[in-house]
Nanobody, 114 residues
Framework: QVQLVESGGGLVQAGGSLRLACAASGSIFSINYMAWYRQTPGKQRELVAI???????NYADSVKGRFTISSDNAKNTVYLQLNSLKPEDTAVYYC????????WGQGTQVTVSS
């Protein structure tokens, strides 16, 4: 069964950068889009960024101009570049792939200290 494996989370100071990666352990066909979500305790998971199979992107207002989503379709991998990080960006980040079914990664912790 195909799994999504995330990497790149960690602890960083405010203003710093991180790059998250999410790779599928096998081939995923008919991908509609890939996305990153984040969640903090007691809150609903929120959409951070999305990239369609055609390369169109969209971002949450809170991260526009700071985060960049990209993908390598041949490798079934999606990336999230996080720049100018703020303490409020602290969360568990999850990757999501929507194909003929929905896939979720296990989550990676991003902690931004002030």
């Amino acid at each position: 069964q195909v799994q999504l494996v995330e990497s790149g989370g960690g602890l960083v100071q405010a203003g710093g950068s991180l790059r998250l990666a999410c790779a599928a352990s096998g081939s995923i066909f008919s991908i509609n889009y890939m996305a990153w979500y984040r969640q903090t305790p007691g809150k609903q998971r929120e959409l951070v960024a999305i990239i369609t199979s055609g390369g169109s992107t969209n971002y949450a207002d809170s991260v526009k101009g700071r985060f960049t989503i990209s993908s390598d379709n041949a490798k079934n991998t999606v990336y999230l570049q996080l720049n100018s990080l703020k303490p409020e960006d602290t969360a568990v980040y999850y990757c999501n792939v929507q194909a003929y079914r929905t896939y979720w990664g296990q989550g990676t912790q991003v902690t931004v200290s002030s």
